[in-house]
């Protein structure tokens, strides 16, 4: 199946045109208005969604072995679990899921 320069130019316009709608949506017309308690409760756990949606894919299939789980990157990912339940720190959880994978990265190879 091919597509020609016109298809595809008119793809990406109408993308464009519903990514701006749907953000517009949101800061545009509600933007100046204090939103309800409840809606700023419910946002407040986005970045705990999003992350480990973010990451997950890259602990358990990761690019560098072809897709195969490999023991390094699941410690490095229990290490960070386990340090940022423990500390409640972002950057100690980064920092010390880092260190495991590059630890785990030269003990194991």
């Keep these: 199946m091919?597509?020609?320069?016109?298809?595809l130019w008119t793809i990406i316009a109408v993308l464009g045109v519903g990514t701006f709608l749907i953000r517009f949506?949101?800061?545009g017309l509600i933007?100046?208005?204090k939103l309800p308690d409840w809606v700023l409760r419910?946002?407040?756990?986005?970045p705990v969604a999003v992350l480990?949606?973010?990451v997950a894919p890259l602990v358990i299939w990761p690019p560098a072995t072809g897709g195969e789980p490999?023991?390094?990157?699941l410690l490095a990912g229990a290490a960070t679990l386990l340090v940022g339940l423990a500390t409640k720190s972002?950057?100690?959880?980064v920092f010390g899921?880092?260190?495991?994978l590059y630890f785990a990265l030269y003990v194991l190879g």
């Design 52 to 54: 480990p949606g973010l």
């Design 70 to 73: 490999d023991l390094p990157r």
């Design 25 to 27: 949506s949101f800061l």
């Design 2 to 7: 091919t597509i020609s320069d016109a298809e």
């Design 42 to 46: 419910h946002l407040r756990y986005t």
């Design 31 to 33: 933007g100046d208005r």
């Design 90 to 93: 972002l950057m100690a959880a």
């Design 97 to 100: 899921g880092a260190g495991t």
